[in-house]
């Protein structure tokens, strides 16, 4: 589909060609193991075994590569299956990565339990400074990973900046775009080499559904991760695949009012006596406010702060929210709250990515803001 289509069209388009046999204008749920051969090898459109390719997925993986401008889309069963399928693919034995200082706490125990077994090294580097993320590369640095918006206490990396590090190093630059969203921001376009999303989060956008994706600007790269894809097999099914293409058309009007709800939350937290930071990129006063603003289209809908107290305070104001759902996730038209040191993050509790005690992280959702801002007064005290 042409790349002269806004990101609108492209969201609601790209992949979405109407069914050949009955004129639906949705792509059908693909609820098959495998496919009728016109011969030995005589398959139609390509599809055999849908561990290998299923039209729902496709139509999905085609969607992902349109809107972030990549040449490729593969889509899998959750974010960590796409980064457990990417490290494999770009990595070995005695190769490095430099990871951020700021991470999901299930990608840090990615690299820190599972990969690090396999004879990988890894250094922490704070991303928002490309001269920290230099020091760290070595001769044998394969990938630099960032999220930016980071998780949990919204970091901003200039990607370009970083994606000129990599180059110099003749290392792949991997963007985490969970946070921000396609619609948000275009790694790609800014030099990254792969695009990581957990598709759970704002592609779906209702939490009824758990994926994940990897884009790349490399078609070459694309189907060596394609390869490992079918031979590792962490796969989205085809409902899940027709969930999050389905949350992919609205992504441009609900990462809106994300947005604005995020600011307007924000705005009151700064202001409210018990509230010693307020973590926010939209923020003037955010160190990462002027990147943020340059690669970014909004700032997102998600906010952390740090409460007086300490641990306990943090707790107890995640504990008395109510319209704020308690829970894990992110990315819902449903707003939650969390407690990152005991939730979300507890893998990294004792590393260098450990987060403070004080903490608490919010998905801003696109309920109204006043309700919502209600809420959180109420749970401060």
Known sequence: MSDQLSFETLAIHAGNTADPLTGAVVPPIYQVSTYKQDGVGGLRGGYEYSRS?????????????????????????????????????????????????????????????????????????????????????????????????SNPLLGITDIAAVADVA????????????????????????????????????????????GGALITADAELGEELAYHQNAMGAI??????????????????????????????????????????????????????????????????????????GEEAAVEVCNRAKLFTLGESLGGVESLVEHPGRMTHASVAGSALEVPADLVRLSVGIESADDLLADLTQALG
């Not at 490290?87 to 599972?114: C, E, M, Q, S």
Request: positive net charge; glycine residues 8%; hydrophobic residues 40%.
């Open 53 to 149: 390719a299923n039209p729902t997925r496709t139509a999905l993986e085609e969607n992902l590569a349109a809107i972030e401008g990549g040449r490729r889309g593969l889509a899998f069963a959750s974010g960590l299956a796409a980064e457990d399928c990417l490290l494999r693919t770009l990595l070995h034995p005695g190769a490095h990565v430099v990871i951020p200082n700021d991470a999901y706490g299930g990608t840090f125990r990615l690299f820190a339990k599972v990969v690090k077994r396999w004879g990988v090294d890894y250094s922490v580097a704070d991303t928002s400074d490309p001269a920290a993320v230099r020091a760290e590369v070595n001769d044998r640095t394969k990938v630099i990973w960032v999220e930016t918006p």
């Open 167 to 210: 180059r110099t190093a003749g290392a792949r630059l991997v963007v985490d775009n969970t946070f921000a969203s396609p619609y948000l921001q275009q790694p790609i376009a800014l030099g990254a080499d792969v695009v990581v999303h957990s598709l759970t989060k704002y592609m779906g956008g209702h939490s009824d559904v758990v």
């Open 236 to 309: 989205a099914g085809p409902f899940d695949s027709w969930l999050v293409l389905r949350g992919i058309k609205t992504l441009p009007v609900r990462m809106d009012r994300h947005s604005e709800n995020a600011a307007k939350v924000a705005e009151l937290l700064t202001r409210h006596p018990k509230v010693t930071q307020v973590l926010y990129p939209g923020l003037p006063e955010h160190p990462g406010h002027e990147i943020a603003a340059k690669q970014m289209k909004a700032f997102g809908g998600m906010v952390s702060f740090r409460v007086q107290g």
